[in-house]
Structure formats: C-alpha cells, structure tokens
C-alpha cells in the first residue's frame, strides 16, 4: 500500500514535506512546500503525520496493572505530580510494556485536536500521528541519532529517546544514560554541516560502536524507513482512535443488535425492516449533532466529529490555549546539570518544572554541600537559584533547588 508521509516544519508548522512510501521499498523523493499544498498531495492516500518531537513528552511510569482500559485510566494520576499542566488538558498514549514500567508518550488536547479535527477540515483525516523521533529505525541494544538542522533527534527505545539543539547533544545523552542502558551500537546520520558525534567522556567505559549512515535526499527518507505500520507507535490511541470512535458509535445499538439476532431467526423479511429504521436513527441522530454545531458555530466548512470539534471551539471560548513546549526549559536542565555533575557525591531524586521554574531535588552528604550547588548555580550568569527547603539525617541531607533565568 502507498502511505504519503508528512513532516510538520518544526519552526513553522504552516510548512511541511512529504513523499509517497511504500512499506520494503525506497521512499521516493522528498518535496517541500505549504501544509495545504501537502495535503492536496496527500488526496485518494492513507496519510501519516510526522510531528515535532519536542510538543510531547516521552516518560515512563511504573504501575502494576496489565489490563489496558484499567492502566489508562491510571496513568495520567500516577504523572500528575510530574507534569505542569491539568491532567484533562493532556492526552496520554500508551507505548511499549517492560513488566511493571509502563512507557507514555504525552501530548496536549488541543495539538492532538489540531492535527485531526484542523487537518480533517482541510481535506485530510490522517491514520496515524508519531513523534518524529519515534519514526528513526531503531533495533534492539542501539540507538539512533539524527542531526537535522540545529536540531538532534535521539531514539533509544521502542516508544522512548528526546530531542534537543544540536550543541546540547553529548550532554543530554549523559543524562539520558541516567535511566536507559547503554547502546552497544549508535547509529547516526548526520543531515546537516558540523562535526560528528561525540560520545560523553564521563561514559567512555561504556561507549558504543558508532555506526554513520547517508541521509540519502534528507532527514524524512530517513525516517520513512523507520515507520512500520504494524509497530510503530500511533498517538490516534483512547478518543483519538478512529476504532475507539467507531466502537463509542456502536455502543448504543448493541442491545438492538442482539434484538436484531432474535429477529433473524423469527424472519429474515422482518428484521430488514428494522434494520433501516435503526440505519435511519443513526443518520437522524448524526445529522442532528452537526446541525447543532452549524448553529453554534455557523462559520464551519466542513465537520469531521462534532462533539470533538464541539470540545475544541469551547475550549477556545473560554480562553484555553496551549502551555507545553516552554523554552526555558531545556537550557534550565542544562545549566543545572553541568553544575551537577562539577560537584561529587550530589544525586540528582527528582526533576519538576512549572510556570518558568526548574525544581531539582538533591541529595548530598552534607548540607554544606548542598548549599555549595545554590552558590554555584546563583552564580552562573543569568540565573538566580534559591535553596527552597533543606533536611539532614544520618545519612547525609536532601534538599529542594529552584532554579529560573533572571528577569
């Protein structure tokens, strides 16, 4: 089957690319231009829509739940404490299962809306939406790394990785290892000028055998060969899925449909009749939903699932926007991590951001110690940091560091 495959322009998401691919053949060649433009490409073909990574959040919880509809239902809980933003305004997909370690990949309502609702009013309703970074070809114990611009994309898992500015990569791969295993091999394409990867000194135990790949016409070839229909993670998952959609409609009629049974053995000419009553309910039923979104809101082209698009509009009305994606935080966590890793014997528990500020949670041998990183920090140019709160035992001492850019 011929996929055609679009790339979301991660500076300007009015642009894309895109190109025609089948599934264990060459992708063919890569055009740019217009999303519009991409769509229209995309007429009478299955899309799939390649999004930034870096408008989700890729993370893991540990839960031991097996049952699928039980384990969504708990997962936004157990990461509730972890995200800055309401739980309701998220959406959460769930990715691969390592006995009790559950991976999610988390995205906003309102992008998740956009990338269906918004695209299906333009002609295309896509079958699946991935992060770009879960597109790399990826194989078991590797790793892939793929520079594109002044971005770096890092895939160490099935549903797992981040991406990061180029100038930042070694030192987002040293924290990663924190809490991935080491690759035994890297493989990296490198799309654009600049120098080739550099593996951190503080793991050349472990460092791995890099393997450079061509990136053949440019970075979405690459990840073309990555997507696998089967596998590959899909964020159309929950309320998003076009099956959960199609189940939620037929979820009402299952007792006519057991009625529709007995009927077909009583008469096969009977039960025709009901039928297309009840084909007929359904359409009056859909028909009335969109007649009531036209007259709330009677600028609408086209309707793809009222009660989506219903959701989306009223959130607007009152005033909801998007909160993900805050630019601070990346070179917060890179400022402070450098700081840590100057000082020995500091163990980085916990990470949280919120509202601009980074909050890191230290243990340390001493408390002195933990002072000594609030005084590093506070004097790194641009930042202030303050000590929030701080406790000794035995043991050592663990303290709460926030750290924001000065204004």
């Not at 799309?191 to 053949?216: Q, T």
């Not at 043991?395 to 560091?401: H, K, L, P, R, V």
Request: charged share 25%; proline share 6%; aromatic share 6%.
């Amino acid at each position: 089957m011929h996929y055609q495959l679009i790339r979301l322009d991660p500076a300007d998401t009015g642009k894309a690319e895109w190109l025609t691919f089948t599934p264990g053949e060459p992708p063919e060649t890569v055009s740019r231009g217009g999303l519009e433009e991409a769509l229209k490409q995309a007429a009478g073909k299955p899309a799939v829509l390649i999004v930034p990574g870096e408008q989700t959040l890729m993370t893991s919880v540990e839960l031991p739940i097996r049952q699928v509809a039980k384990l969504r239902k708990a997962i936004p809980f157990a990461l509730e404490e972890k995200l800055a933003s309401d739980v309701e305004e998220l959406h959460f997909a769930l990715g691969d299962v390592q006995g009790e370690r559950k991976r999610v990949v988390i995205v906003e309502n309102s992008l998740m809306n956009e990338w269906t609702v918004e695209l299906g009013e333009l002609g295309v309703t896509p079958i699946a939406v991935i992060p770009d970074v879960l597109a790399l070809p990826w194989h078991e114990d590797e790793w892939s790394v793929l520079i594109d611009g002044d971005r770096a994309l890092v895939r160490s898992g099935p549903t797992s990785g981040f991406v990061c500015e180029k100038e930042n990569l070694t030192m987002l791969i040293d924290a990663h290892l924190e809490e991935e295993k080491a690759p035994l091999i890297v493989r990296y394409w490198n799309c654009s000028d600049g120098p080739d990867l550099l593996w951190p000194v503080s793991r050349a135990a472990e460092a791995p055998s890099i393997k450079k790949y061509s990136c053949g016409g440019g970075a979405l070839r690459v990840l073309a060969q990555g997507w696998d229909p089967r596998a590959s993670l899909n964020l159309l998952q929950d309320r998003y899925s076009q099956q959960a959609d199609a189940l939620k409609m037929l979820k009402p009629w299952r007792w006519a449909a057991a009625l529709f049974g007995l009927w077909l053995a009583i008469g096969f000419g009977q039960n025709l009749a009901h039928k297309h009553q009840l084909e007929k309910r359904q359409t009056a039923l859909r028909q009335q939903a969109e007649q009531i979104y036209k007259r709330t809101f009677p600028g609408a082209k086209r309707i793809v699932n009222p009660r989506v698009q219903m959701e989306q509009k009223l959130k607007a009305l009152k005033g909801g926007g998007k909160t993900a994606g805050d630019s601070q935080f990346l070179p917060l966590l890179a400022q402070g991590s450098q700081a840590l890793n100057q000082q020995s014997g500091l163990k980085l528990e916990k990470i949280g951001y919120r509202n601009g500020e980074l909050s890191l949670e230290v243990s340390a041998p001493s408390l002195t110690q933990l002072d000594s990183l609030k005084q590093k920090l506070a004097t790194t140019p641009g930042l202030a940091a303050e000590l929030k709160s701080a406790d000794s035992n035995a043991g050592g001492a663990t303290g709460q560091i926030r750290i924001r850019q000065k204004r």
